[in-house]
Nanobody, 124 residues
Framework: QVQLVESGGGLVQAGGSLRLSCTAS????????VGWFRQAPGKEREFVTA????????YYVDSVKGRFTISRDNAKNTVYLQMNNLKPEDTAVYYC?????????????????WGQGTQVTVST
């Protein structure tokens, strides 16, 4: 019974930064895994990063390590994705997802709730 809303996408030049937000309504993120996925036009959905809400442990795909940071704000029931040094290959629709019983973090079908997505476009 959770609805997720993403915001913060937009158009940015290569090397620039954006911060995405994922806010939950209906229920807090306690005990959840929260992840970010992205999907570029004509390509399959790709895992980006995830955080375990209960212990604040984080996980990143190799292509974004050192550039992206996932974090949480308990009071606002919000997860953030800070994206620095953006590259054209980061261009995609970014989706926030949440789930409780996650065996493998990069398997999208294991997540229970999904946001509508927010577009990130990085120009050369």
């Amino acid at each position: 019974q959770v609805q997720l809303v993403e915001s913060g996408g937009g158009l940015v030049q290569a090397g620039g930064s954006l911060r995405l937000s994922c806010t939950a309504s209906g229920r807090t993120f306690s005990r959840y895994f929260v992840g970010w996925f992205r999907q570029a036009p004509g390509k399959e959905r790709e895992f980006v990063t995830a955080i375990s809400w209960f212990v604040s442990r984080t996980y990143y795909v190799d292509s974004v390590k050192g550039r992206f940071t996932i974090s949480r704000d308990n009071a606002k029931n919000t997860v953030y994705l800070q994206m620095n040094n953006l590259k054209p290959e980061d261009t995609a629709v970014y989706y926030c997802a949440a789930g409780v019983n996650i065996e493998t973090l990069d398997r999208g079908y294991e997540y229970d709730y999904w946001g509508q997505g927010t577009q990130v476009t990085v120009s050369t």
